[in-house]
């Protein structure tokens, strides 16, 4: 199990580094274009092949055979951060990755085919060209994009830089934003300790406070911050520092840490590379909600299973009007990604008491409908919430949303537990590391929340496609197994 070490110096009171992270960012620009040419490149040759000789073919099954290889060769492509570069020379060196995963991916399938005993596949005619020409098209295609989108990075719409300082900011600070191509532009600058003499660029705002930063990344979209390194931090005794970590990792903000090594450095190296250095701390591997292609995923996925449950949910809506009064569905709000709330909806599985406070529901609940026990039991409650993911509330995979009043051991669960905010950085989800772990039903003391809570950090650390479609399929045998759901 990864665990989740919280930032350097947290212990002490102070906000630093987390030392390691893991996971994927959302696309940058142009990114998705070349996930489109990619899938476009791949299907097209076969699909223009299949066409011409349809008469000597299976059309349909070919087309399916290749819309779902292209499909595939796309995922693998981005699982290896094959569609992260922001530069002409990283989209390029990218190139023969996502041709080496075409080759990858067309090897499994062929290979699953002849397993389960459709060798005819093999056969069409120019599969041969098509596994020739496509990787020299995809390298081809990637080549003519670079140059596109190589400035992309810098485009003014693209928000500024957010940054925090203890009380000082290295003046040399843009021109190392550059050299990682980062937008220059500062949008905002928090000084942690305002009251002392400040070194700052007239030019760039000063942000009052904490709520001034939170406003500042959700109403800008700030997709950038960079937390200068000053030595007086590391003496924090405090927490007073926590607070703004916690509320940065629930962004979907890049993380960097800069160091002012001017006066460590000869003059001559200051002049030619500036005395400014930035890390990445959370940049390229660290899930936030928006992942364009967990997004993708979540719309496909969430299309299908909807289309295969709706007989089975129109059984439950049948049931629950036939057993019981009140409305069908059972809405309630629920936080969800960056804090935003957003309405859950679930089959109604209590009695219709309009007006009572929230609370769990703990074993041998007398609110509980007959039919509501089934559905409890086996998860059924939760299929509308398929409707949620489609509408973009939620996603399929992730940490299970909660009411905003619930509580434990007579505390919010935001207040319970540091850290507990970094949930909110993705989207909910229907399931998670921690339901299929047996971590479900009710949470009556902190250790139980705590629990959670670190299955939770451990998926946003270890994200994957394949860990959702772990996931996913781990699901129906959790459910069918769980003992503490009622």
Not at 4 to 24: D, E, N, T, V
Request: with cysteine; hydrophobic share 45%; glycine share 6%.
């Amino acid at each position: 199990m990864t665990e989740f070490h919280a930032p350097l110096g947290a212990a002490h009171g102070c906000f630093f580094i987390p030392p390691k992270s893991g996971g994927k960012r959302f696309l940058p620009p142009g990114g998705g274009v070349q996930c489109l040419a990619d899938f476009l490149i791949i299907f097209i040759p076969p699909l223009a092949g299949s066409m011409w000789c349809q008469n000597t073919e299976s059309l349909t099954k070919n087309l399916c055979f290749w819309s779902l290889l292209a499909f595939f060769s796309v995922l693998l492509t981005a699982s290896h951060k094959g569609y992260s570069g922001r530069t002409a020379a990283q989209i390029r060196a990218q190139a023969g990755l996502a041709a080496n995963c075409f080759l990858a991916t067309s090897f499994s399938m062929f290979s699953l085919t002849v397993i389960l005993g459709h060798p005819n596949i093999l056969t069409r005619h120019w599969v041969v060209f098509d596994l020739i020409i496509t990787p020299f098209l995809l390298i081809g295609t990637r080549g003519a994009l670079a140059q596109i989108f190589s400035d992309a990075s810098l485009s003014p719409a693209e928000p500024g830089i957010l940054a925090v300082c203890y009380n000082t900011c290295p003046q040399d600070l843009g021109r190392a934003l550059t050299s990682k191509n980062l937008p220059e532009h500062i949008e905002g600058v928090l000084y942690l300790a305002p009251t002392q003499p400040l070194r700052h660029r007239p030019e760039w705002p000063i942000l009052p406070d904490l709520t001034a930063l939170t406003a500042k990344l959700r109403s800008r979209s700030i997709r950038n911050v960079v937390f200068v390194h000053h030595p007086a931090l590391d003496g924090c005794s405090t927490n007073i520092n926590f607070p703004l970590w916690e509320e940065v990792l629930s962004c979907p903000a890049r993380i960097w840490l800069a160091f002012d090594v001017a006066p460590s450095l000869p003059e001559m190296l200051c002049e030619k590379s500036g005395g400014c250095r930035l890390i990445p701390i959370v940049t390229g591997h660290f899930l936030d909600s928006q992942n364009m292609f967990k997004r993708f995923f979540d719309i496909v996925a969430a299309s299908i299973l909807l289309s295969l449950a709706a007989p089975l949910m129109a059984a439950c809506t049948v049931a629950i009007s036939a057993t019981s009064k009140g409305p069908i569905f059972f809405r309630q709000l629920r936080t969800g990604a960056q804090g935003h709330q957003f309405e859950v909806l679930k089959f109604r599985t209590m009695t219709h008491n309009p007006g009572c406070s929230v609370q769990q529901a703990s074993r041998n609940d007398p609110r509980v409908t007959k039919i509501g026990k089934l559905l409890r039991r086996t998860s059924l409650d939760e299929l509308p919430q398929l409707i949620n993911v489609l509408c973009g509330d939620m996603s399929l995979i992730g940490p299970r949303p909660h009411a905003p009043e619930t509580k434990v051991e007579g505390l919010s669960f935001e207040n319970a537990l540091q850290l507990y905010q970094i949930r909110h950085r993705v989207k909910p989800g229907m399931t998670g590391l921690a339901q299929i772990r047996g971590l479900r039903g009710e949470t009556p003391a902190l250790r139980n929340l705590e629990q959670r809570l670190a299955s939770d950090l451990e998926y946003i650390q270890s994200w994957s496609i394949w860990l959702d479609l772990f996931i996913l399929f781990k699901t129906i045998p959790a459910v069918l197994k769980q003992t503490n759901a009622w």
